[in-house]
C-alpha cells in the first residue's frame, strides 16, 4: 500500500489539498493518505518528516506566499527546509504553491486548483509507473495553473 503526506496550510486562500486527494484516489490503486494542516508555510517541513517517520512513501505539500518581501522570504525558508527533508529521507515531495501576485485574485482560485490536480496527476504516475513514468512528457514544457508552454 502506498501512503501519500498531504500537508496544507491555514493561510492558504483555497483547499488545494482536497483537489490533490481527490486526483490521487482515483489513479492510486490502494492509496493511503495522511493529512496534517499547520499555520503556514514554514510550519510544513516538520509535518512532512512526521508524516515520513510514520511510514509515508512521498508527500505532497500545498503553500500560498503571499506579496510581500517578507512572505517571498518565509517561502524560502520553507523550500530549503524541504529540498533537506527529501534529500535526508529520499523520497519525493511535491511542493504545491501558489504566490498571491502570480495573477489578479479572480485567476488565483482557477491556478490554485489547477496546479493541484496537475501535480497530483504528476505524482500519481511517479508512484505508479515509478522514475521513467513522466519521461514521454520531457522537454514538453509542461507548465501547472497555467496552460503548457509547449517544446522549442
Ligand atoms: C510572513 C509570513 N508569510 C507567510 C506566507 O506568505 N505564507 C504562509 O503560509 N505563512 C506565512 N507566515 C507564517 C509562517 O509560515 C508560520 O506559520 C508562522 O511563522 C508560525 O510558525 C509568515 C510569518
Given at each position: 500500500?502506498?501512503?501519500?503526506?498531504?500537508?496544507?496550510?491555514?493561510?492558504?486562500?483555497?483547499?488545494?489539498?482536497?483537489?490533490?486527494?481527490?486526483?490521487?484516489?482515483?489513479?492510486?490503486p490502494?492509496l493511503?493518505?495522511?493529512?496534517?494542516?499547520?499555520?503556514?508555510?514554514?510550519?510544513?517541513?516538520?509535518?512532512?518528516?512526521?508524516?515520513?517517520?510514520?511510514?509515508?512513501?512521498?508527500?505532497?505539500?500545498f503553500?500560498?506566499?503571499?506579496?510581500?518581501?517578507?512572505?517571498?522570504?518565509?517561502?524560502?525558508?520553507?523550500?530549503?527546509?524541504?529540498?533537506?527533508?527529501?534529500?535526508?529521507?529520499?523520497?519525493?515531495?511535491i511542493?504545491?504553491?501558489?504566490?498571491?501576485?502570480?495573477?489578479?485574485?479572480?485567476?488565483?482560485?482557477?491556478?490554485?486548483?489547477?496546479?493541484?490536480?496537475?501535480?497530483?496527476?504528476?505524482?500519481?504516475?511517479?508512484?505508479?509507473?515509478?522514475?521513467?513514468?513522466?519521461?514521454?512528457?520531457?522537454?514538453?514544457?509542461?507548465?501547472?495553473?497555467?496552460?503548457?508552454?509547449?517544446?522549442?
Open positions: 500500500m502506498v501512503c501519500v503526506a498531504i500537508v496544507d496550510t491555514t493561510f492558504s486562500r483555497v483547499d488545494m489539498a482536497s483537489e490533490a486527494i481527490k486526483v490521487l484516489r482515483k489513479k492510486v490502494g493511503k493518505v495522511k493529512r496534517y494542516t499547520v499555520p503556514g508555510i514554514k510550519d510544513i517541513a516538520v509535518a512532512v518528516k512526521k508524516l515520513f517517520d510514520e511510514g509515508c512513501d512521498a508527500a505532497m505539500t503553500g500560498w506566499v503571499g506579496p510581500t518581501q517578507t512572505d517571498k522570504y518565509s517561502y524560502l525558508a520553507m523550500s530549503i527546509a524541504l529540498q533537506m527533508v527529501q534529500i535526508n529521507y529520499g523520497r519525493h515531495v511542493d504545491v504553491t501558489v504566490h498571491e501576485d502570480e495573477a489578479e485574485p479572480i485567476k488565483l482560485k482557477e491556478i490554485a486548483l489547477g496546479r493541484a490536480r496537475e501535480h497530483a496527476e504528476n505524482l500519481a504516475v511517479i508512484l505508479t509507473k515509478g522514475p521513467q513514468g513522466l519521461t514521454p512528457l520531457a522537454g514538453t514544457g509542461q507548465r501547472q495553473g497555467w496552460p503548457d508552454v509547449g517544446p522549442l
